[in-house]
């Protein structure tokens, strides 16, 4: 084949590639790139970076972190991530923003599937750019190739959005809206759990999983970026088998000498009020009290400046005012709440 013939057809084939992605910037949703916008803007490496599913999502409030510590952080959590999604969640962000710190939730520890299915992870992926980490990320996470072209093309799954008139909309195309709580998502509602029975914290299930092997993927990433990890795990009133497996954590963290906290050993929360959905999310109270033992210990673990007064993060403290407006507006009560957590030392 004649070499000007070869570099037509790669050509043709960028072109392609080109035409694709803008195709699905325009139709796809813009959850993801909206729950990550602020992340990307971001100019300053960030101090700590959280990852897990949704768990994360509703326990850990960044911008309270912020008002509290002055530490800056994320909140990478997301519905139905998987510890083999949230691995790949590592990798695609951390080339955008290194963190001195990553913080990762064990939940789905116990679990074998790489992936709850593509719409989990259109919402975890859409916002990272066509890269070789996002290509890797498919070839791993999604055996068929009809999913990893929904992934890296997500025009194939939203092209019947074209007749939409939303999508042209110039703020759907350009102007993506603000993530008022840096990737977290506060949960305002009260539901005592069901059946909930703590297990002793010995009892363990240690039966390998492709979560564990995961989460050692995870670890083993962290000491290769020069991160420091911390495993927690969130309190979220799990039955007995998942507590076993979770327990069992603790022999991985000591295999690699890192720190695991088993939250719900530790008297963190009140099960009465703190819980959202009746076992699994924690609700704002909840969030403040888990935001606030990590955050206590990582001002005493680590040498994380208070960065409040620091010029260079002034829009800090604007975002924070714009996020306790949010509160106030939905929740009065958790505002107040919110004001007593943070004037606690």
Not at 135 to 151: A, F
Request: proline share 3%.
């Amino acid at each position: 084949m004649k070499k000007s013939k070869i570099f037509g057809i790669a050509i043709s084939l960028v072109a392609l590639t080109v035409v694709l992605s803008l195709a699905s910037w325009i139709v796809k949703l813009k959850d993801s790139d909206e729950k990550y916008n602020d992340f990307k803007k971001e100019d300053q490496n960030f101090d700590v970076l959280f990852y897990g599913s949704s768990h994360v999502m509703n326990a850990i409030a960044p911008m309270m972190l912020w008002e509290k510590y002055g530490i800056t952080s994320y909140n990478f959590g997301n519905s139905n991530s998987t510890l083999p999604q949230t691995y790949w969640t590592v990798k695609n962000s951390i080339t955008i923003n290194k963190p001195d710190i990553i913080v990762l939730d064990i939940a789905f520890i116990k679990r074998d599937e790489l992936t709850e299915g593509v719409t989990w992870g259109h919402e975890a992926f859409d916002a990272f750019p066509l890269s070789y980490e996002k290509i890797m990320t498919v070839n791993d996470l999604y055996p068929t190739l009809e999913d990893k072209v929904d992934i890296l093309f997500p025009f194939s799954r939203y092209h019947s959005r074209w007749s939409s008139k939303e999508i042209y909309a110039a703020d759907n195309i350009f102007n993506l809206k603000y993530n008022i709580e840096k990737g977290a998502f506060a949960q305002f509602s009260e539901n005592a759990p069901l059946d909930y029975k703590a297990i002793d914290i010995n009892r363990v299930n240690n039966t390998e999983t492709t979560g564990k092997k995961y989460l050692r993927k995870i670890i083993e990433l962290c000491r290769d970026e020069n991160i420091e990890i911390v495993l927690v795990n969130i309190p979220a009133f799990d039955n007995e088998e998942t507590q076993e497996y979770n327990n069992s954590v603790q022999s991985i963290a000591d295999d690699y000498g890192v720190v695991y906290l088993n939250m719900p050993y530790l008297n963190i929360v009140d099960e009465t009020r703190d819980c959202a959905d009746g076992n699994d999310h924690l609700n704002f109270y909840g969030a403040c009290k888990v935001t606030g033992f990590i955050g206590d210990y990582l001002r005493s673990t680590y040498n994380i400046d208070d960065k409040r007064c620091n010029d260079a993060y002034l829009d800090w403290n604007s975002d924070y005012d714009k996020y306790i407006d949010y509160i106030e507006e939905v929740s009065p009560k958790c505002a107040e709440f919110a004001d007593t957590f943070l004037k606690t030392e």
